[in-house]
């Protein structure tokens, strides 16, 4: 099964008088829906832009796995922890909460940041937080989150490029940039696909794309 969840319905937050613009593909603060809280383990992919000197002041999270992706711009990362990172596009940051954990995050450059970020439950509560950055990830290289039970996958296709949907019980497909076909759907940048137990699909990009796929398993989750 694939439902399709177009970028335009995304809710709508952050606050455009600080320079922040938010879109959530899944239920958020005040836009309640008992219909779309979750899909496996993940339970945000916001959209994000921040205006030049914008941000998140510091906020803390606990028992969440959180993975960035920079589209467009530099992200200045601070935490609790100790790390101090600027990631850049390209850059894969995952930050777990673990037990607890607060960080900032701020577009310290000149130009507008643009960038995704998605949230997934662990598996198991507590434990100690972790921090990564993963410079300039290859395309389509698994990247593991063994906390969520999770893999995800970046992949840029160039005009008329395809790859094949990893045959796992979930998957999810966001389109960064461009447009790409799945089956008999369209989807451009900012939809967003939720596959169940589907097989033998393609995702094919007729003028190139960028998309992020995460692939999880059937097993209940935490939370």
């Avoid at 998140?56 to 100790?82: A, C, M, Q, Y």
């Amino acid at each position: 099964m694939i439902e399709v969840r177009r970028g335009a319905e995304r809710y709508r937050g952050g606050d455009e008088d600080a320079g922040i613009e938010s879109w959530h593909a899944f239920s958020f603060g005040p836009h309640y829906d008992p219909d779309n809280l979750r899909f496996g383990a993940l339970v945000a992919c916001n959209e994000e832009r921040l205006a030049a000197g914008a941000g998140f002041d510091e906020h803390p999270h606990r028992d969440t796995e959180i993975v960035t992706w920079v589209v467009e711009g530099e992200l200045t990362h601070r935490d609790s922890t100790g790390h101090a990172t600027t990631v850049r596009p390209g850059d894969l940051q995952r930050l777990s909460s673990a037990g607890g954990v607060r960080h900032v995050e701020r577009n310290d450059g000149p130009t507008p940041l643009r960038f995704v970020q998605m949230w997934l439950t662990p598996l198991a509560p507590g434990g100690e937080p972790e921090y990564e950055v993963v410079r300039e990830i290859a395309d389509g290289t698994p990247y593991p989150l063994p906390r969520a039970g999770a893999t995800l996958r970046v992949y840029r296709l160039g005009a008329d490029g395809r790859t094949a949907v990893p045959g796992a019980a979930r998957v999810y497909v966001h389109v960064v940039r461009g447009a790409v076909r799945l089956g008999a759907e369209h989807l451009v940048a900012g939809d967003a696909a939720r596959i169940s137990d589907a097989e033998g699909l393609e995702l094919v990009a007729p003028a190139g794309a960028q998309c992020l796929v995460w692939e999880m398993g059937p097993e209940p989750v935490y939370g």
